[in-house]
C-alpha cells in the first residue's frame, strides 16, 4: 500500500542594501532592506570538532548531539539505535523553560523513536536530557546535554526576481494555453536512445517555474507549472516503494544560495504518493533529496543563525548559515538523526570570505548527499572545496578529498573548486561537477573522475570532461550522473546544458534551454508516464470558414501514437472525422467543412491511441470556437 503523504556565493550585504548574487549567465538582483541583527551576536563557533552521539553503554546515538551548540527552538531529541520500548522515563529540562513535557514517537523502522517536545526551547539555553535506555532488567540511565542556537530570521530575505520570459524562448498551446515551458534546442541528436528521457528544471530565472520532461529530440512530454513564487528544482528518478517514481524539491530560493520548502514523489500516474518535510523547525533545501532503502530520506537544510565572527575577523554581530543533513523517517516524519557542518568542519577551511557586516556567511554550503551501501555518507562542501566522507551513525568525517585538509595528496587537475554532486562509486572513485567559478578559478567547468587510494592517501586525476562544444563556465549548480552502461550524463547548472558523453569522452547528446535559464541538475532515464487527468483538446473554425482545426495535447503522457478526431453537431452524435500522428507535445489536424456537408460541426473529442491502435482513453468533448464577426462596413 502507498502513503500520500545558489547556488551561490554571497556576494552583497543583507543589510540595508540591495541583495544581488550572480547566477548563471547574469546578474538577477532583487532589492530590499533588511535589518540586521542588533547587538552583539553569541558565540557558536565550537571549541572542538569531535560531537560522539553514542550513548555510553548502549546501541543508541543521539541528536542534537552531545555538546553541541547548533540546535533549533523547536527541535526533537533522536533516539536511533534501540526499539522505541527500549526508551522510558524521558526528562528534558531547559535551563530557561523548565521542564518539557511531551511524548516519545516510534520510528516506522523499528530501530528508535523521537521525543517530541509540547512547546519551543529559548535560543541560547542549555537543555539537558535523562532517559533510561535498555530493555527490560538491562536498563541504563544516560543523560546529555545541548545548546539552543540563536536562529536569524529568514522572512524578509528576498527570492530571486522571475522576469517574462520572451515568447521567443518558450512553448505555447492551443490545448494547454497555460503550459509555457522553455524551449529545449538540440544540437547534437542523441546516439544513445537507450538513457531515456531528459529530466530537468527550469528556474531561477525568466518565464514559468517547473520540473519538466523531455523526450531526446526536444519535444515536451511533462510540465507541471508552479505558482509564482514558488520553484522546482533536482527532477530525478528513484526508487520508492519498489517503483520508480519522479522525485524533485519544491519551494521558494532565497537569494542567498538554499531553499526552504519540502520533497516531492510522484508516481507515473503524477499523483503524489509521498511529501517529505525536513523536522526540528527547518525546512527542506533544494540541494538534495535521496530516497533509502525501508522508507528512510536524507535531505539537506540550512540553519541560519547568529554567531559573533569577531575570533576570525568577522561582524560580532554576525550571521553564520550552518547546514545540515537529516535522515528523515518518510511515514511519521520524525527525524531519526542529524548532522551538522558546524559541528565536525572548521570554519578555517572554508574559501568563501568571512564578512565583516551581519551577511549570513556561508562558510560550507553542502549541496549534496551520496548514501554508501554500508550507510556511510558522501558529502560535498562547495564552499570548502572538498568532499566529505562521514560515518554511519556517528558522523565523524573519516576522509577529506580536496580542500585545504585534504586526507589525500591530490594528483595534477584533480583540486576542485566550487564543485557539486560528488558522488561514491563502486570501483572507488568519485565524480563530482567541478564549477571552478563564482570567483573564477578554472578556465571552465568540467566534470571529473578522481580515483582515491586509501592507503597510500593519494588522489590522482582519471579524466576531466569539458563541453565539446567550446568553453562553459557555470557560477553555480550542476551534476554528473553515471549511467548503468557508464556513459555520463553532465548537467551545466547555470549555463543551462545537457550533455550525454561515453566514459572516454565522446558526444552522444547535446541540447540547452534558452540564455538565461538555468537547470540545477539534468539528468536521463527511462520513464513511461501514464496521467490518470484526461487529454486536452480546443478547436477552431478557420478565418476562412471552410475548415476546423483540432488541438490534442496530453500533459505526462508517453505512449500516445496517434489521435483520433470525433466531430459531429452534438455531444451525443460524435463520429470520426480524422485521425492523426502525433507529433509532439500538441497535435494538430485541419479537416475541410466538407467532410460533414449535411451539418455544421460544432462540437469535438479525441482519442489517445496507443502503438497498436488501441484505445487508451478519450478526452471530454469541446464546443467548437468560430472565428470572431468582422465588423459591418461603414
Not at 14 to 28: D, K, N, P
Not at 30 to 47: M, Y
Request: a negative charge; charged letters at 15%; proline letters at 9%.
Amino acid at each position: 500500500m502507498r502513503w500520500n503523504g545558489y547556488i551561490v556565493l554571497l556576494v552583497a550585504a543583507v543589510a540595508w542594501v540591495t541583495v544581488a548574487i550572480v547566477l548563471g549567465t547574469g546578474t538577477l538582483t532583487g532589492a530590499r532592506t533588511v535589518v540586521p541583527p542588533s547587538g552583539p551576536s553569541p558565540a557558536c563557533l565550537p571549541a572542538r570538532l569531535v560531537h560522539n552521539p553514542a550513548l555510553a553503554g548502549t546501541t543508541v546515538e543521539v541528536s542534537p548531539a552531545p555538546e553541541t551548540d547548533t540546535a533549533n527552538p523547536d527541535t526533537q531529541i533522536s533516539f536511533l539505535g534501540t526499539p522505541v520500548t527500549n526508551i522510558r522515563d524521558v526528562s528534558v529540562e531547559g535551563s530557561r523553560t523548565g521542564y518539557h513535557y511531551g511524548h516519545v514517537f516510534g520510528y516506522f523502522q523499528g530501530d528508535g523513536g523521537s521525543f517530541v517536545p509540547d512547546k519551543p526551547f529559548d535560543a541560547g539555553e542549555r537543555v539537558l536530557v535523562r532517559a533510561l535506555i535498555g530493555p527490560p532488567g538491562g536498563e541504563r540511565r544516560s543523560s546529555f546535554s545541548f545548546r539552543i542556537a540563536t536562529p536569524y530570521p529568514t522572512g524578509a530575505i528576498p527570492g530571486f526576481p522571475n522576469p517574462t520570459a520572451s515568447p521567443s524562448s518558450y512553448q505555447s498551446f492551443e490545448s494547454a494555453p497555460g503550459v509555457h515551458p522553455p524551449i529545449l534546442t538540440v544540437t547534437t541528436p542523441d546516439r544513445d536512445p537507450g538513457a531515456g528521457d531528459v529530466m530537468m528544471s527550469v528556474g531561477p530565472g525568466p518565464g514559468q517555474y517547473g520540473p519538466l520532461i523531455y523526450t531526446p529530440q526536444g519535444r515536451l512530454v511533462w510540465f507541471d507549472p508552479l505558482p509564482n513564487g514558488l520553484n522546482a528544482l533536482d527532477l530525478n528518478v528513484q526508487r520508492y516503494e519498489g517503483q520508480n517514481d519522479l522525485t524533485w524539491w519544491q519551494g521558494r530560493v532565497l537569494s542567498i544560495g538554499f531553499g526552504q520548502g519540502q520533497d516531492i514523489v510522484m508516481d507515473a500516474n503524477y499523483q503524489t504518493v509521498a511529501t517529505v518535510h525536513a523536522g526540528n523547525g527547518f525546512e527542506a533545501d533544494l540541494h538534495d533529496f535521496q530516497i533509502a532503502p525501508d522508507d528512510v530520506a536524507y535531505l539537506s537544510t540550512y540553519n541560519v543563525m547568529r554567531c559573533d565572527l569577531a575570533p576570525i575577523g568577522g561582524a560580532r554581530n554576525g550571521v553564520i548559515i550552518d547546514t545540515a543533513v537529516q535522515e528523515v523517517d518518510m511515514k511519521t516524519g520524525l527525524v531519526r538523526w542529524e548532522w551538522h557542518s558546524l559541528d565536525h568542519v572548521g570554519v578555517g577551511e572554508s574559501h568563501a570570505p568571512v564578512p565583516t557586516t551581519a551577511t549570513p556567511w556561508d562558510s560550507f554550503h553542502l549541496n549534496s548527499i551520496d548514501l554508501e551501501p554500508n550507510g556511510d555518507l558522501l558529502i560535498s562542501g562547495r564552499s570548502t572545496w572538498a568532499a566529505y566522507q562521514l560515518e554511519k551513525g556517528s558522523g565523524t568525517i573519516l576522509w577529506r578529498l580536496g580542500g585545504i585538509s585534504s586526507s589525500f595528496a591530490m594528483g595534477p587537475g584533480a583540486e576542485t573548486a566550487w564543485q557539486h554532486d560528488a558522488r561514491l562509486h563502486p570501483d572507488g572513485t568519485v565524480t563530482m561537477f567541478d564549477d571552478g567559478s563564482n570567483p573564477r578559478v578554472h578556465y571552465q567547468s568540467r566534470g571529473v573522475r578522481i580515483a582515491i587510494d586509501t592507503t597510500t592517501r593519494s588522489a590522482h586525476l582519471v579524466r576531466a570532461y569539458l563541453h565539446p562544444g567550446g568553453v562553459l563556465l557555470a557560477d553555480s549548480q550542476g551534476n554528473m550522473q553515471t549511467l548503468p552502461d557508464e556513459n555520463l550524463v553532465l548537467g551545466w547548472g547555470a549555463q543551462p546544458y545537457v550533455t550525454e558523453l561515453t566514459k572516454t569522452g565522446e558526444l552522444l547528446f547535446d541540447a540547452h534551454l534558452p540564455p538565461g535559464s538555468s537547470s540545477y541538475r539534468a539528468f536521463r532515464f527511462p520513464w513511461s508516464g501514464h496521467p490518470l487527468s484526461l487529454p486536452a483538446v480546443s478547436a477552431r473554425v478557420l478565418s476562412t470558414g471552410d475548415s476546423t482545426a483540432v488541438f490534442a495535447s496530453w500533459n505526462g503522457a508517453s505512449e500516445v501514437a496517434s489521435w483520433r478526431v470525433l466531430a459531429g453537431a452534438d455531444p451525443s452524435s460524435l463520429t470520426t472525422a480524422a485521425t492523426m500522428p502525433a507529433s509532439g507535445f500538441e497535435s494538430t489536424i485541419t479537416f475541410p467543412s466538407t467532410t460533414y456537408p449535411e451539418r455544421k460541426v460544432e462540437y469535438v473529442a479525441v482519442q489517445a491511441l496507443g502503438g497498436s491502435g488501441q484505445l487508451l482513453v478519450s478526452s471530454p468533448t469541446v464546443q467548437v470556437q468560430n472565428p470572431p464577426t468582422p465588423p459591418k462596413a461603414g
